[in-house]
């Protein structure tokens, strides 16, 4: 281990904390680890570098008002670089509030560490407006890059949270846009044309799939509309069209809430629009908000048809009926839903 010169102080000039967008070429401490990894700071960031024999540390005093310890067993070598740096890059790519668990459930990504180490991430919230990373509450994260997922718990319907997502390294502060997180509320409703004395028991399971499928639209997603469900024996399933209308067929099989989603899916865009099949690319969804959420959800990457014209996706897509497992799935597909159309392609939710 080459850490001898260590043993004194390192005093390097003073950096306020501030949210620096802008690249420049810097002076770069490098603390190779054990395990090949990399820790790096920005030097003029550094109060001072000292080793603490009592406790085994290398202590770096940051101007950014952190103090990291790092076990000087782990340490292989210290180098200097120059290279360029920036504050990180975060992003909120879930902010949704979740009724039955009143809670706020964040995805937050640290894309990008600036060329630095980050020493914190995490999640800034307020129930009274923008939060900052002096006021407020703090949900911290820890170190280093990537995704991760974060509650705030204890939120009644009636309330609103302001969530926020922060990144810190030894250059300075990146905080992301601020959302307003509150219940989603949807409005969907039907009229079903279909003769209930012909045909009764079609009528009973169609009203049935229709009752439920529209409770899990109405809790888990914006959309506000009205639509036409009819009958017709020659439609081998079931089928939807854009803004049209959706009509089951014969086969009971899908007269159940299962298929009635997936159809409703298709009413509100999942297949039938360009602007959902351009962001279906090679297979796999190229949405965040789609891509975070099923992640989240399923531990799976959204997938789809691989072509052009692509109409259907998975999971949590309900294409058959043994997709249905539990409750779970049809939350599930509703909130996939949801990220797919209403926060990755922007369409309408009320028509």
Same mark, same amino acid.
């Given at each position: 281990m080459r850490?001898?010169s260590?043993?004194?102080?390192?005093?390097?000039? &003073?950096i306020?904390l501030?949210s620096?967008? $802008?690249?420049a070429?810097?002076?770069v401490?490098n603390?190779?680890?054990n395990d090949?990894?990399?820790? /790096?700071?920005y030097?003029n960031?550094?109060?001072?570098?000292?080793?603490?024999t009592t %406790?085994?540390?290398?202590?770096?005093?940051?101007?950014?008002?952190?103090m990291?310890s790092?076990n000087?067993g782990?340490?292989?070598?210290?180098t200097?670089?120059e !290279?360029n740096?920036s504050i990180?890059t975060?992003?909120t790519?879930l902010?949704?509030y979740?009724?039955?668990?009143?809670q706020v459930?964040?995805?937050?990504?640290?894309?990008?560490?600036g060329?630095l $180490?980050?020493?914190?991430?995490?999640?800034?919230w307020?129930?009274?407006?923008?939060? $900052?990373?002096?006021?407020?509450n703090?949900?911290? @994260?820890?170190k =280093?890059?990537?995704? @991760?997922y974060s509650?705030v718990? %204890?939120?009644?319907?009636s309330e &609103?949270?302001?969530v926020?997502?922060y *990144?810190?390294?030894?250059?300075?502060l &990146?905080?992301g846009?601020?959302?307003?997180?509150? !219940?989603?509320t949807?409005n969907?409703?039907?009229?079903?044309a279909? %003769? /209930?004395?012909?045909?009764?028991?079609?009528y009973?399971l169609i009203?049935e799939?229709?009752?439920s499928?529209?409770y899990y639209?109405n809790?888990?997603t914006?959309f506000e509309?009205?639509?036409?469900v009819?009958?017709?024996?020659?439609?081998p399933?079931a089928q939807a069209?854009?803004?049209?209308?959706?009509?089951f067929?014969?086969n009971?099989?899908?007269? @159940?809430?299962?298929t *009635?989603m997936?159809?409703? &899916?298709?009413y509100? =865009?999942?297949?039938t629009t360009?602007?959902w099949?351009n962001?279906?690319?090679g297979?796999?969804?190229q949405?965040?908000?789609?891509k975070?959420?099923?992640?989240?959800l399923?531990?799976?990457?959204?997938k789809g048809?691989n072509?052009?014209? *692509?109409?259907?996706y998975w999971p949590t897509?309900?294409?058959?009926?043994?997709e249905v497992?539990s409750?779970?799935?049809?939350?599930?597909h509703?909130?996939?839903v949801k *990220?797919?159309l209403?926060?990755?392609c922007?369409?309408p939710?009320?028509?």
């Amino acid at each position: 281990m080459r850490i001898q010169s260590f043993k004194y102080i390192i005093t390097l000039l &003073a950096i306020s904390l501030i949210s620096v967008t $802008t690249i420049a070429k810097s002076k770069v401490v490098n603390i190779h680890k054990n395990d090949n990894s990399v820790e /790096k700071y920005y030097m003029n960031g550094i109060n001072q570098l000292t080793t603490n024999t009592t %406790d085994n540390q290398l202590v770096i005093e940051l101007k950014v008002g952190k103090m990291v310890s790092i076990n000087l067993g782990l340490i292989d070598s210290i180098t200097y670089t120059e !290279e360029n740096i920036s504050i990180p890059t975060v992003s909120t790519s879930l902010a949704e509030y979740d009724k039955s668990l009143e809670q706020v459930v964040c995805a937050v990504n640290v894309s990008n560490g600036g060329g630095l $180490t980050v020493i914190e991430k995490g999640l800034l919230w307020s129930k009274s407006g923008t939060p $900052t990373y002096t006021s407020g509450n703090k949900i911290d @994260f820890g170190k =280093g890059t990537g995704q @991760f997922y974060s509650v705030v718990d %204890d939120v009644l319907a009636s309330e &609103a949270v302001y969530v926020r997502p922060y *990144a810190l390294n030894s250059r300075g502060l &990146a905080m992301g846009a601020t959302e307003k997180v509150s !219940e989603i509320t949807g409005n969907v409703t039907y009229n079903l044309a279909i %003769d /209930k004395n012909q045909y009764p028991r079609q009528y009973a399971l169609i009203k049935e799939a229709m009752d439920s499928a529209c409770y899990y639209y109405n809790r888990y997603t914006p959309f506000e509309t009205n639509i036409h469900v009819y009958y017709n024996e020659g439609i081998p399933t079931a089928q939807a069209s854009y803004h049209g209308s959706l009509g089951f067929g014969a086969n009971e099989r899908y007269m @159940f809430v299962g298929t *009635a989603m997936h159809e409703m &899916a298709h009413y509100f =865009g999942s297949g039938t629009t360009t602007t959902w099949q351009n962001l279906m690319v090679g297979g796999l969804w190229q949405g965040e908000s789609g891509k975070a959420v099923c992640l989240e959800l399923t531990g799976s990457a959204l997938k789809g048809d691989n072509n052009s014209a *692509a109409q259907h996706y998975w999971p949590t897509g309900l294409n058959q009926r043994e997709e249905v497992k539990s409750e779970q799935d049809l939350i599930n597909h509703a909130k996939v839903v949801k *990220a797919m159309l209403v926060d990755d392609c922007k369409l309408p939710t009320k028509f």
